[in-house]
């Protein structure tokens, strides 16, 4: 849902792919291939499940919330940073697996 919500306001009249749309946004593709695995495929391992949430969140915290309320929200979420890199650099390996 989320990859869907976030790349239809980039949609046009033609019909444009959701990796291109993800990329315009700065979406990692491998969280548009995840998506098209639970939608259209097999469910995944829940761990990659898992990780495309933490992107998904972190995304959505960077672009979004982190906005709304200043920057107060990325000062509180300096921990979280070093966490997310740890997951970030875990799903660039698994990016590999779904090339």
Same mark, same amino acid.
Not at 38 to 56: E, F, N, Q, S, Y
Not at 64 to 80: A, F, H, K, T
């Given at each position: 849902?989320?990859?869907?919500?976030i $790349?239809?306001?980039?949609?046009?009249?033609? +019909?444009?792919?959701?990796?291109?749309?993800?990329?315009?946004?700065?979406?990692?593709? #491998?969280?548009?291939?995840?998506?098209?695995?639970? $939608?259209?495929?097999?469910?995944?391992?829940?761990?990659?499940?898992?990780?495309?949430?933490?992107?998904?969140?972190? #995304?959505?915290?960077?672009?979004?919330w982190s906005?709304?309320?200043?920057?107060?929200?990325?000062?509180? +979420?300096?921990?979280?940073?070093e966490?997310?890199?740890?997951?970030?650099?875990?799903?660039?390996?698994?990016?590999?697996? #779904?090339?």
């Amino acid at each position: 849902r989320f990859v869907n919500l976030i $790349t239809e306001r980039k949609q046009k009249m033609v +019909s444009i792919p959701l990796r291109q749309l993800a990329r315009e946004v700065d979406i990692p593709i #491998w969280v548009v291939d995840l998506r098209h695995e639970l $939608t259209h495929g097999k469910l995944p391992r829940l761990a990659l499940c898992r990780k495309g949430c933490d992107v998904v969140l972190d #995304w959505l915290r960077k672009t979004y919330w982190s906005r709304q309320l200043g920057n107060n929200l990325c000062e509180e +979420s300096e921990d979280e940073d070093e966490e997310q890199e740890e997951v970030e650099a875990n799903a660039e390996l698994d990016n590999d697996a #779904w090339e």
